[in-house]
């Protein structure tokens, strides 16, 4: 049901809900467009698993290290600002890498750690607002909006920018998509004007979101749900662009893929905007997390463009069935919490950072194995171990009452 038809929701939080919405949808095709071909960008300079694994592993080492530096100022200064500050960042790297040129493959770390700085910001300050601005009677019709925003902005994007960078010579490509990029971002920062102003009161005490996570038996199985939750994207959220490249020598077939894995998606979160209650959350889950473990032993034996194509399809209709309800029940979680709503921002944080901590875990383990194996054998190896971490997931809230 839509929300002006709903007289559960006022007038203030579906302005709210709607510019969370629009900042969500710009902030998504900008780095849809831009950043699923820098670690492609970064291979072809390098011809190095190893550089892109460290690259990814400063991007997500910075992120936690922003959290847990950064979790007081949210507390302390406006969180719409804290937004921006991350905007800005990730619109200065896509600047830095493009100024840099054939040479970015020389400042790997640094330009991860600034993406990271970037991610870190916009992302904790967004939690927050999401937290915020929505209720448990207004979550899943969020989720399934920014999700069904987000699959459209990612068959937009690489598709386009995919097209871009084969039809235009040199770095005119990279130019172009990087420099609309930059637009989008700085769109978003303008819509987020329009957002109401919000502060916490009170002292930042992260050690109650971690006490909580003690003695609080559904606190604590959400955030083992998170860190395996990272533990699975760490290594997913790079290694399948590189194999899909990597099969196919194209950054058009990465456009073709992203447009089907997102058409996927929007699709079922359509439905799921129809479908989805909170009584039926971890039914979804569960179906989601278990076809996407078997569309992992498709992708180790894909070898074609088509292979690829039925890949992004299939993860495409599985990833909302997952995400979706999995989004809601943490928030509910944190909202049934001891004290949420003097600690909510200590809670977001707390889960950030062990979120980010799986990502890590996941990614130096990466980097090990690619110590004792040979490249293409530790892909498909690593896919099919971290590709485990859904369904442990999945375990892990089905114990949540």
Same mark, same amino acid.
């Given at each position: 049901?839509?929300?002006?038809?709903?007289?559960?929701?006022?007038?203030?939080?579906?302005?709210?809900?709607?510019?969370?919405?629009?900042?969500?949808?710009?902030?998504?095709?900008?780095?849809?467009?831009?950043?699923?071909?820098?670690?492609?960008?970064?291979?072809? &300079?390098?011809?190095?698993?190893?550089? +892109?694994?460290?690259?990814?592993?400063?991007?997500?080492?910075?992120?936690?290290?922003?959290?847990?530096?950064?979790?007081?100022?949210?507390?302390?200064?406006?969180?719409?600002?804290?937004?921006?500050?991350?905007?800005?960042?990730?619109? +200065?790297?896509?600047?830095?890498?493009?100024?840099?040129?054939?040479?970015?493959?020389?400042?790997?770390?640094?330009?991860?750690?600034?993406?990271? !700085?970037?991610?870190?910001?916009?992302?904790?300050?967004?939690?927050?607002?999401?937290?915020?601005?929505?209720?448990?009677?207004?979550?899943?019709?969020?989720?399934?909006?920014?999700?069904?925003?987000?699959?459209?902005?990612?068959?937009?994007?690489?598709?386009?920018?995919?097209?871009?960078?084969?039809?235009?010579?040199?770095?005119?490509?990279?130019?172009?998509?990087?420099?609309?990029?930059? +637009?989008?971002?700085?769109?978003?920062?303008?819509?987020?004007?329009?957002?109401?102003?919000?502060?916490?009161?009170?002292?930042?005490?992260?050690?109650?979101?971690? &006490?909580?996570?003690?003695?609080?038996?559904?606190?604590?199985?959400?955030?083992?749900?998170?860190?395996?939750?990272?533990?699975?994207?760490?290594?997913?959220?790079?290694?399948?662009?590189?194999?899909?490249?990597?099969?196919?020598?194209?950054?058009?077939?990465?456009?073709?893929?992203?447009?089907?894995?997102?058409?996927?998606?929007?699709?079922?979160?359509?439905?799921?905007?129809?479908?989805?209650?909170?009584?039926?959350?971890?039914?979804?889950?569960?179906?989601?997390?278990?076809?996407?473990?078997? !569309?992992?032993?498709?992708?180790?034996?894909?070898?074609? !463009?088509?292979?690829?194509?039925?890949?992004?399809?299939?993860?495409?209709?599985?990833?909302?069935?997952?995400?979706?309800?999995?989004?809601?029940?943490?928030?509910?979680?944190?909202? &049934?919490?001891?004290?949420?709503?003097?600690?909510?921002?200590?809670?977001?944080?707390?889960?950030?950072?062990?979120?980010?901590?799986?990502?890590?875990?996941?990614?130096?383990?990466?980097?090990?194995?690619?110590?004792?194996?040979?490249?293409? &054998?530790?892909?498909?190896?690593?896919?099919?171990?971290?590709?485990?971490?859904?369904?442990?997931?999945?375990?892990?809230?089905?114990?949540?009452?």
């Amino acid at each position: 049901m839509k929300l002006r038809n709903r007289d559960d929701v006022t007038e203030y939080e579906r302005k709210n809900l709607f510019y969370l919405l629009a900042i969500s949808a710009l902030y998504t095709l900008g780095l849809s467009m831009s950043n699923i071909f820098v670690n492609i960008f970064l291979w072809k &300079q390098s011809h190095n698993i190893e550089l +892109l694994a460290v690259y990814n592993i400063s991007i997500y080492f910075t992120q936690l290290i922003i959290f847990v530096i950064a979790g007081k100022w949210v507390k302390r200064f406006d969180r719409v600002i804290i937004l921006r500050v991350g905007i800005i960042l990730i619109s +200065l790297f896509f600047i830095g890498l493009l100024s840099l040129g054939s040479h970015a493959s020389s400042f790997y770390v640094l330009l991860g750690a600034i993406l990271g !700085a970037g991610y870190g910001f916009y992302l904790l300050a967004f939690n927050v607002l999401t937290f915020e601005v929505t209720e448990p009677h207004t979550r899943d019709y969020f989720n399934s909006t920014m999700g069904t925003l987000q699959s459209i902005a990612w068959m937009i994007g690489p598709l386009f920018a995919g097209y871009l960078i084969t039809v235009l010579t040199g770095f005119k490509g990279y130019l172009t998509i990087f420099f609309l990029s930059f +637009l989008l971002f700085l769109l978003a920062v303008i819509t987020s004007i329009f957002l109401e102003r919000r502060r916490t009161s009170g002292q930042y005490i992260i050690r109650r979101a971690m &006490q909580e996570w003690k003695e609080n038996p559904n606190w604590n199985r959400m955030i083992n749900a998170h860190f395996l939750q990272g533990f699975r994207d760490g290594v997913f959220l790079f290694a399948v662009g590189l194999w899909v490249f990597m099969i196919t020598d194209r950054e058009m077939t990465i456009g073709i893929y992203n447009f089907i894995y997102a058409g996927g998606s929007l699709l079922v979160y359509q439905l799921l905007n129809r479908w989805l209650k909170p009584s039926k959350r971890k039914r979804f889950i569960f179906i989601g997390s278990v076809a996407l473990y078997i !569309a992992v032993i498709w992708i180790i034996y894909a070898n074609t !463009a088509v292979d690829l194509y039925i890949y992004g399809m299939m993860i495409g209709l599985s990833f909302p069935l997952f995400f979706a309800p999995f989004m809601s029940i943490s928030y509910d979680v944190i909202g &049934q919490a001891r004290n949420a709503r003097d600690y909510r921002v200590e809670y977001v944080v707390f889960k950030e950072i062990i979120l980010n901590f799986g990502r890590v875990i996941s990614l130096v383990l990466f980097w090990l194995g690619l110590q004792y194996f040979h490249e293409i &054998q530790w892909l498909r190896y690593s896919l099919l171990l971290f590709g485990l971490g859904y369904l442990f997931v999945m375990l892990q809230i089905r114990k949540i009452e």
